[in-house]
């Protein structure tokens, strides 16, 4: 499968939330990045893909539209002091139940996305949309509460090299910037660095510093999610990955320039300016 460009794309909006599958409502959870699966939404709305459009293929098997969308590549850079507030409201159905959610605080994100050849009609239209400021379906920051803007910033040549433990060495001996998220699925460890401190080593699961129900990641730190929901079939059966990504202050740099390969893998980067490069899954 060829892929012949990569659009850089801004995102943003005054709140976002992308639950997690296994919230509950005690307290419904949001990823701080946004899924595959609901990058690969907005592009649908956009290109005017009902979410929920699906044939049968047999008693056991229900292909959604939207699959067909799923070979496209994403990587995710947050560009926002990755806040989120714990909020309270009322559910009424048949009863009124206290539903607590994590809602993100100003999220703003820059996507990169790469359409193969097979999709390049849906490429075409989506840019010339993108353009025109028209989507066939309205786009949200995770929940229709929370409309997002957009811009189209970028359209680069695609251009990417495989990384192998054979020419890891060579790759690094230069000056080299990895921006956004990385495939965790591949790489142990890394070292992360800014224009403020180099951050070796400084890898976190998460770990919130909460005020007045405010929580707040800091910049600058690597942090991995273990279950990133890349693909969803059938309706409710996901694939996840495991990923990493950091924060960045406005108008400050971050950048990954060092990781170690897991045994017998291999990693494919893609170059989106001089010495820069991303990770596209």
Known sequence: MKYQNIIELDIWSRFG?????????????TYLIPPKTSIIGMIGAVLGIDYNSYEIIDDYTIKCEIEDLYDIKISVQPLFDLKSKRVTFNNVSNSIINIHQDVLINPYYKLYLSFPDTLKKEEEIFIERLKDKTTIYSLYMGRNEFP????LKNIIPYESQIITTDNINDFFNNPVEIHGSLNRELINNTNLVTNKSNMEDATIVFSFQS????RNLQSYFEYIIKDYPIKRENFTDFKFSTISFYGVGPGENCYFDHFELKDSCTIEL????????????
Do not use: H, P
């Not at 939330?17 to 959870?29: E, M």
């Open 211 to 214: 005020n007045n129900g405010m």
């Open 148 to 151: 997002l803007n957009y811009e």
């Open 270 to 281: 893609s170059k989106i300016g001089e010495n820069k490069w991303i990770n596209l899954i």
């Open 17 to 29: 939330c992308f639950t997690k599958g296994f919230a509950t409502s005690g307290g419904v959870l």
